[in-house]
């Protein structure tokens, strides 16, 4: 979990320091950007797969869990870093954003896809939907490479006062470790508490998979629970803040989760909508989990700074 969390976590800090020289940023989005679609093309082909029914959960559990219930998190948590409300970025913030959600559109149309065997005979619509995304995405960002480039720093920003206490210097060794399981708890949440539970329609013809997969899943969130619960006590001197965190955390969290299992082992009804909401609240439900990191990451970094000095 700490090398998971420890590489995600490089990878972000590395991204959010070109945050600060937005034409780089802008490029290495365009990158991860091709890199989504290039996935939601894959999902699209091999979704199909599924709902006709050729492919059973013991031969395709890479494909259901990682491919499908990983990389869509992964890749909208790492090209989270469009939402930053730095100076650089806040000339083209609403581009930024729409682009972050054509991105989330596009993975609930092909999941939608996988849900509902009618779409199939529509499928070319689908295509054309996500191939007009796909599109719109690179103008967006084209748009905001060309504002980018106008951008200029301010020569002497104000800096806040940052003052942290003698507890918080001396807590720094238990901070990073914080950081790195707490990267690496999103990815518990996604990858296998949510993703193995939207995955359990495609075992409902056995009741020891779909039992196995409920267990998994359910066996996975409470792992991201205890990993939550220990990030935040490591991270925070102030206990309360950190069972308040914690608490606030990991009930938006549960809500999502349990509609997810719940549509998994049907106890929702399985109309059009259903699969939208429900991948709409896995997703959503673990932004504030997503954000805490963030703050936590942040915050280390001027810790440290201060250290330095």
């Not at 682009?99 to 779409?119: C, E, G, P, S, T």
């Not at 969290?253 to 259903?274: D, K, Q, S």
Request: charged share 15%; glycine share 6%; hydrophobic share 50%.
């Amino acid at each position: 979990m700490n090398i998971i969390g420890n590489v995600i976590f490089s990878i972000l800090d590395f991204i959010e320091r070109l945050v600060d020289n937005p034409s780089k940023s802008i490029r290495i989005l365009m990158g991860l950007s091709l890199l989504s679609y290039i996935h939601i093309i894959y999902l699209y082909y091999n979704v199909e797969a599924f709902v006709e029914g050729r492919h059973q959960i013991d031969g395709n559990f890479f494909s259901v869990v990682l491919l499908g219930g990983l990389l869509p998190y992964l890749f909208l948590f790492i090209t989270s870093f469009v939402f930053s409300k730095r100076e650089s970025f806040l000339g083209f913030r609403r581009e930024a954003i729409l682009d972050w959600f054509l991105r989330l559109l596009a993975y609930i149309l092909v999941f939608q896809l996988y849900n509902f065997d009618f779409l199939l005979a529509n499928n070319n619509y689908i295509l054309v939907l996500l191939f007009s995304f796909m599109l719109i995405s690179f103008y967006l960002e084209y748009r905001m490479y060309q504002k980018s480039k106008k951008y200029v720093s301010n020569v002497n920003p104000i800096k806040k006062e940052f003052n942290p206490t003698k507890e918080e210097i001396n807590n720094i060794s238990n901070m990073e470790k914080a950081v790195a399981i707490g990267v690496g708890s999103i990815f518990v949440a996604s990858g296998l508490a949510i993703g193995i539970a939207i995955s359990i329609p495609s075992a409902t013809s056995s009741v020891t998979r779909t039992i196995i997969l409920f267990c998994m899943s359910l066996s996975s969130f409470m792992w991201f629970l205890s990993i939550s619960y220990n990030k935040c006590h490591l991270f925070y001197v102030d206990k309360k803040s950190a069972r308040r965190i914690f608490l606030k955390d990991s009930s938006i969290a549960f809500g999502g989760y349990l509609l997810c299992i719940l549509a998994g082992v049907g106890l929702l009804n399985r109309l059009e909508y259903t699969i939208d909401i429900v991948i709409i609240a896995g997703v959503f439900s673990l932004l504030p989990a997503i954000n805490t990191n963030r703050r936590m990451a942040i915050f280390l970094e001027q810790i440290k700074d201060v250290e330095k000095e």
